[in-house]
């Protein structure tokens, strides 16, 4: 089995998603979608049996940089309308495919939701979250938000958003709130989007204890979402 797994900031990569797809066989190939010197190809729907849209500071808010997202919104919506093929989205990767799917993306009315709080799940017999507690902490890092796709289900929320996760026909999963974080990543996004963190307050001194917590959680639900 192949995988894509699209970055849009050098920083922000598959972090535990990595170790998981290696674990269940999957080829890894990467496509650096802030080098935009870098074209994906056209076929890539084709190539790969799973896509990893991750997270990054673009917005697919407007029109602005349709241009630049042009590509990933052809490859989010061949990948849906493909047999055989899945597709997961994790913040920004969500909002791209909440939009292929017809649903308004647009900054969030309640500001920027930054930092760990907890996310529920809404849908507790879905496959997703076999071995999974009903609630459990999550990391955000966003400002944008969408409205939950036609036809798609709610997974997960929060209490400043609700749509934090959804799925499309079992195929298409979007992300919004972060599980794929290592400590290592925590910390280098502490550095990296100090000025946006500092926006919802400081992160905690010590990472440990939470990033343990994230890798657990993140692991069951990354793996179900596979196995499906």
């Known amino acids: 089995m192949r995988s894509l797994i699209v970055r849009f900031k050098d920083c922000e990569g598959p972090g535990i998603l990595e ?20 074209q994906i190809v056209p076929e890539a729907h084709l190539m790969f049996d799973l ?8 917005s697919v808010v407007g029109t602005k940089e349709d241009d630049f997202f042009s590509p990933y919104y052809s490859l989010a919506e061949n990948m849906i309308d493909t047999s055989g093929r899945k597709l997961i989205g994790i913040c920004l990767g969500s909002q791209i495919i909440a939009k292929v799917l017809g ?19 809404q849908k507790k017999d879905s496959p997703v979250f076999q071995g999974v507690p009903s609630e459990f902490l999550g990391f955000h890092l966003h400002e944008d938000s969408f409205d939950l796709p036609k036809g798609s289900e ?3 929320s929060s209490a400043l958003y609700p749509n934090q996760m959804f799925s499309f026909k079992n195929k298409a999963f979007g992300i919004q709130v972060h599980l794929e974080p290592t400590l290592e990543m925590l ?17 905690p001194k010590d990472l440990r204890k939470e990033a343990d917590a994230l890798k657990e959680i993140g692991t069951k639900v990354f793996e179900n979402i596979l196995g499906i």
Request: aromatic share 8%; charged share 20%; no cysteine.
């Open 103 to 121: 649903a308004k993306v647009e900054v969030g009315a309640k500001g920027p939701e930054v930092g760990f709080s907890e996310v529920q799940v």
């Open 154 to 156: 709610l997974l997960l």
């Open 187 to 203: 910390e280098i996004w502490r550095q990296v989007h100090a000025p946006f963190i500092q926006k919802a307050g400081a992160l």
């Open 19 to 38: 170790g998981i797809l290696k674990k269940k066989g999957y080829r890894i190939t990467y496509h650096n979608a802030y080098d935009r010197r870098i």
């Open 51 to 58: 896509v990893i849209l991750l997270g990054g500071p673009q």
